[in-house]
Each structure stands twice: as C-alpha cells, then as structure tokens.
C-alpha cells in the first residue's frame, strides 16, 4: 500500500490526517465518557468507588446460571415476581446472556395461582415465630430446602428478588470460585466491628473479610451456596435473637447475616458495581444489568426529584401493597432522568403482555 503512488485520488497524508482525526474525536468522546461517569459518582456520593476482584481473576465463566427468586404468595411479591419473569424470558435469549433456568422458590408452605405462569417450588416458611416478624428471615431457610430437594441442571445459581427487572443480557460474573456480588453502600461491616465479632471471631481475619453486600443479586456456584446456606440461616437467626445485633442492623440483619456467613467459609466475593442500579438515585441505565426499584420515585411536574415527599409524579412499588399496580402507568414528566423512564416503560411493556394482568 505504502509502496503505490495514489490511493485512488485521497492521498496517503490525508488519510493519515483522518485516522488521526478519529483518533482525537474518539479520545474526546472517551474522555467525555469516563469524565461524565465518574463525576456522577462523586455527586451521588453514594457508592465506594472501589470495585475489587481477586487478584489474578479476570475473564468471565460464561457457564450458564440459574435464576432463583424467592418470594411469598403475598399481593406485593406475586406482582412483583409476574414483572420479573416477563423480562427474564425476554433477556434470557439475547446474545451475551448465561441464564439458565428460572425458578420461583415460593417459602409461604402452599402453592399458588401462579405455579403454571412460573416456574415454581414451594418449600416451608421457617416454624412461627421463629422469624419474629421478620419475614426475609425465610430467605436462608428456603435456599436450605430448595438446594436439598430441587434438581438444578447449572452449575451457578443468580440469587435473585422480586423487585429485579434485567435491562441487560446477564452474564455470568462470577470467576470459578469466586462468586460475585452487588456493593451496597450501607452494609459496613468495619462500622459495626463490635458487632460483627460476636458471629466472625478476631482468629478468622479482618473484619474487612465480610463482603458489604447481600445475597442478593449474587451469582455463586451451587455447591458454594450449598455450604454457606445453612451457616446463613444459623447467623441470621442467632443476629436476631440478640438485641444489640437486631438494633445495630435493622432491616438489613439478614444482608449481613449472608455476609458474615460466606466470610465464615472463606469466601469472598468480585463487587460489581454494575451488576444492578437503583432508581431514582442512578441515573442511567448504561451496561449495567439489574433495576432495582426499591426507592420510590417522587417527582415534580417539572421534574425534580422530591424525594421523601410524595411527587405530583410517582411511581413506589409500596403504593401497590394488596394488588397489582394498572396497566400503562403514566410516563414521568420531560427531566426525570432515564432509569426510572426506563422503569416505568419495562413495568408498563409486562403488564401489557402478561394475560390477566389484573384479575389474576
Ligand atoms: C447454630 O449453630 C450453633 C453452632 O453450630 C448451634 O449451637 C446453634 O444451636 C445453631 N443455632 C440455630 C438457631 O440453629
Ligand atoms: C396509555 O395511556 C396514554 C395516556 O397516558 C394513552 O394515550 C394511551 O393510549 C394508553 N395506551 C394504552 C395501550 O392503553
């Protein structure tokens, strides 16, 4: 090429000027990106910016995983869960996807009216007043059944909740051994050492051992999970039992009683931070794979967030306690930011689709 006189009638300097040109638009466009990204981060403050793997992991399984959703045949969860499984058939087939099969593991002991729409095992709620009102306190328990009485063909399992909606194909995130898992921002472990010591005695390690995650989303082997379940449940309940732990954890007693559980075995688990994002403090969807919708979403009619005040604008997964939210929601107004016009078009594309929608 180099060696030829004229390249057509585009002389070889302009075409170098060109490429150079891409170059530098690219590099801007690139540097746009990454400054743009971190910079919300920085504003949001919401999130450690680190993002850590083991050392000398990289590349991705790509083995196939199974979706496993616990849930209650509550109003609010089987909606919920209706929602989930539309857009895990959707995303199951697009190219970059390891999902396998999907089940609902249903802990409220009975089968219900939607075992022939989902993929369903029911196993037993834990003794009552064993969860002390506390319900996610089930969760531990109906892994421990599900793993001992279901024949799961994957060998990975994604840890999946109803209020999940997959945005992007998922793959499979975690690295052989490792399983891999969402950060939150408020599990800290090293917060509350004190406590954490009572179930992670000072000979194991560092209180940083504990992951500051949850079980959910995480994506982990089978036989991992097979091993930590039962330690789960047995911290779980042993954190609720005790006063100080219930008052330091709250609400999130179960997350940390899975974290401390896998640091007991020894595991720890590849943060993702992409792995899902929250409405409405995320603002795009981006690559990452999972809304959350967890928060409710309050807006003005000029679109700002007024949030912790009920918005002229809103959608609030707590709004729809004893039924089904209707069909074709309301799209919010010009300015709420993509995720939750993402949301509500995701929740509003099932409903349309799902048969009996409102009468089931
Ligand atoms: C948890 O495990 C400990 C030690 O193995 C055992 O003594 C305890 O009874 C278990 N607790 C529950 C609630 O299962
Ligand atoms: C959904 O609601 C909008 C108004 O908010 C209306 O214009 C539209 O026709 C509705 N679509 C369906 C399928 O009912």
Request: glycine letters at 8%; one cysteine or more; proline letters at 9%.
């Amino acid at each position: 090429m180099i060696g030829r006189k004229n390249m057509g009638r585009v002389s070889p300097f302009l075409l170098v000027l060109l490429g150079f040109g891409f170059f530098i638009g690219t590099y801007n466009l690139l540097t746009l990106v990454m400054h743009k990204g971190s910079s919300s981060v920085k504003e949001e403050g919401l999130y450690d910016p680190i993002v850590r793997r083991p050392d000398g992991v990289s590349g991705e399984t790509g083995a196939k995983f199974h979706v496993a959703l616990t849930a209650t045949d509550a109003p609010y969860s089987k909606w919920q869960c209706r929602i989930m499984y539309y857009w895990y058939k959707k995303m199951r087939d697009v190219l970059g996807s390891d999902m396998g099969g999907f089940t609902r593991v249903l802990h409220s002991g009975n089968p219900d009216n939607l075992m022939d729409e989902i993929p369903t095992v029911v196993v037993d709620p834990l003794p009552e007043g064993l969860d002390r009102g506390y319900i996610v306190l089930n969760r531990p328990w109906a892994f421990v059944q599900w793993l001992e009485k279901a024949t799961i063909e994957e060998e990975y399992i994604l840890m999946a909740e109803p209020d999940h909606i997959f945005v992007n194909p998922l793959p499979n995130l975690a690295h052989g051994d490792h399983p891999s898992a969402f950060p939150f921002f408020y599990i800290k472990p090293s917060d509350h050492e004190k406590v954490i010591r009572k179930y992670y005695p000072e000979e194991l390690g560092p209180v940083t051992n504990v992951d500051p995650i949850g079980n959910s989303p995480v994506i982990i082997k089978k036989s991992t999970l097979e091993k930590i379940a039962p330690t789960w449940m047995n911290v779980s309940l042993r954190m609720k039992d005790d006063p100080e732990t219930d008052k330091a954890f709250g609400w999130v007693l179960e997350m940390y009683g899975y974290a401390v559980a896998s640091a007991l075995h020894g595991v720890r688990h590849i943060l993702r931070k992409d792995f899902m994002l929250q409405p409405p403090w995320d603002l795009e969807i981006g690559n990452k794979f999972i809304i959350h919708y967890t928060y409710g979403c309050d807006y003005n009619m000029k679109g700002e967030l007024t949030y912790g005040k009920i918005g002229e604008w809103r959608f609030d997964k707590r709004s729809h306690l004893n039924g089904p939210p209707p069909r074709n929601l309301s799209l919010p107004p010009p300015g709420v930011p993509e995720s939750v016009v993402r949301l509500v078009k995701a929740v509003n594309e099932a409903t349309a689709n799902i048969p009996n929608w409102d009468t089931l």
